[in-house]
């Protein structure tokens, strides 16, 4: 059966499906459109960061100070995205999510000042946090409903999309496009999000699996286990220096090499580009790799890996070796967060509610990291305020054995 075939029988858990019976798959190629939509409008807003700033006449800690709405926004609704998703199933939430959130980036071209531009971006982190969670929770319903690792392919959707969006912000820059960009470029993101989520499928709650094959033996509706458990909690930390890292290449690798290196600002906006090729790239390959050598071998990798980039980025005063070290920042960080989102959904006993879990931690990073990262620099310098991105993922390497793989049977995969 072709990877994007749905199963002939799907179970809807509000209507009360039977024992014996195989839910809905899903689709793959849904799925990869609206993260890619996601990658796409928030990658063309980034991309714009330093016009965003010129217009606004804001120094970095301002700037800071409003890239933190993104985070607050989020944090604000993600800890209730996994029942509401329950209760109205991830294509209802995402396609309203798709919709406010495309409207909110777009309406940063019209923020005339930093006050503006942090409620603007409060409204809009709301919806990209449950756009984010609720996606994620339809992705990992397709992961396990296929007996192979997907996440890191759908963040490679994500990846590549934010690359076409931040490079056609490099490529507008460079032509003197104005911010008019962020409205337009929004609508089309929201057109391709919303055909997307219209294929997804409803989850089903508390699925049982065969811990022999992995499959699915039956479908039950109870309850995900009420409280935190310590291992999501330590997934949710592994994802917040994941986030936090991938974070602050958006936020401020552009700046950095502006400012500090001295490039134009188009080159700043190219080397953002390469950063999110990397990232697809790595997610590309991350699946294979994660299969083959399990995920918290590849997650201590990247935390390596990631690290150094950051600090050729920092200390090696050569635009080209800036390039090269985006380049491994992005490639490190890539399969990271995908890894710690297939962790969370297999939490024994939490259902959606770990990924809502992993995910707002994580996204914690954007709340304390743009403004921290901001201070720091108005005191030591935007490169230097990074090595405290750097401390965060050598921790990461230090727990990064939680993210091994929760269920019976790893050897199982098989190609679906």
């Not at 962020?182 to 993101?189: M, R």
Request: a positive charge; proline letters at 5%.
């Amino acid at each position: 059966m072709p990877a994007d075939a749905p199963r002939p029988t799907a179970v809807d858990p509000r209507a009360g499906g039977g024992h014996g019976q195989v839910p809905a798959r899903g689709s793959v190629t849904a799925v990869m459109v609206v993260f890619a939509a996601a990658g796409f409008v928030m990658g063309q807003a980034l991309a714009r960061v330093p016009a965003v700033r010129d217009a606004l006449g804001v120094d970095k800690a301002q700037l800071g100070l409003a890239l933190m709405g993104m985070g607050l926004g989020s944090l604000l609704a993600m800890p209730f995205t996994g029942r509401l998703v329950d209760r109205l199933g991830s294509r209802r939430v995402v396609l309203a999510a798709v919709l406010v959130g495309c409207l909110g980036w777009g309406a940063v071209a019209l923020a005339p000042s930093a006050p503006v531009l942090m409620a603007t971006l409060v409204v809009t982190g709301v919806a990209v946090g449950i756009w984010d969670v609720a996606m994620n929770i339809q992705a990992t319903h397709v992961e396990q409903q296929r007996d192979r690792t997907w996440m890191p392919y759908f963040h490679a959707g994500f990846s590549a999309g934010a690359v076409l969006g931040s490079g056609a912000g490099a490529l507008l820059a460079w032509l003197g496009v104005g911010l008019v960009q962020l409205p337009v470029l929004a609508a089309l993101a929201a057109a391709a999000g919303v055909l997307g989520a219209t294929r997804f499928v409803h989850e089903t709650v508390g699925q049982e699996r065969d811990g022999a094959s992995g499959g699915p033996i039956g479908v039950q509706e109870r309850p995900p286990r009420l409280g935190l458990t310590r291992l999501e909690i330590l997934i949710g930390l592994v994802c917040l220096a994941a986030a936090l890292a991938e974070g602050s290449a958006n936020d401020w690798l552009a700046l950095l090499l502006v400012d500090v290196q001295g490039a134009p600002a188009a080159f700043g906006a190219l080397a953002l580009t390469a950063f999110n090729l990397t990232m697809t790239v790595g997610r590309l390959v991350g699946g294979p790799a994660i299969d083959r050598f399990g995920r918290a071998a590849v997650v201590r990798a990247g935390g390596v890996l990631a690290a150094t980039g950051i600090l050729v980025v920092t200390l090696v005063p050569s635009t080209t070796m800036a390039l090269v070290g985006g380049l491994l920042w992005g490639l490190g960080v890539s399969t990271i967060f995908p890894a710690a989102m297939s962790a969370a959904g297999e939490v024994p006993g939490r259902g959606n509610r770990a990924i809502t879990v992993v995910s707002t931690i994580a996204y914690g990073a954007f709340l304390f990291g743009a403004p921290t990262i901001g201070l720091l620099a108005e005191l030591v310098g935007l490169d230097r305020a990074l090595f405290l991105v750097v401390a965060f993922l050598l921790g990461m390497v230090v727990v990064a054995p939680v993210m091994r793989d929760q269920r019976a049977g790893q050897d199982r995969r098989v190609r679906a």
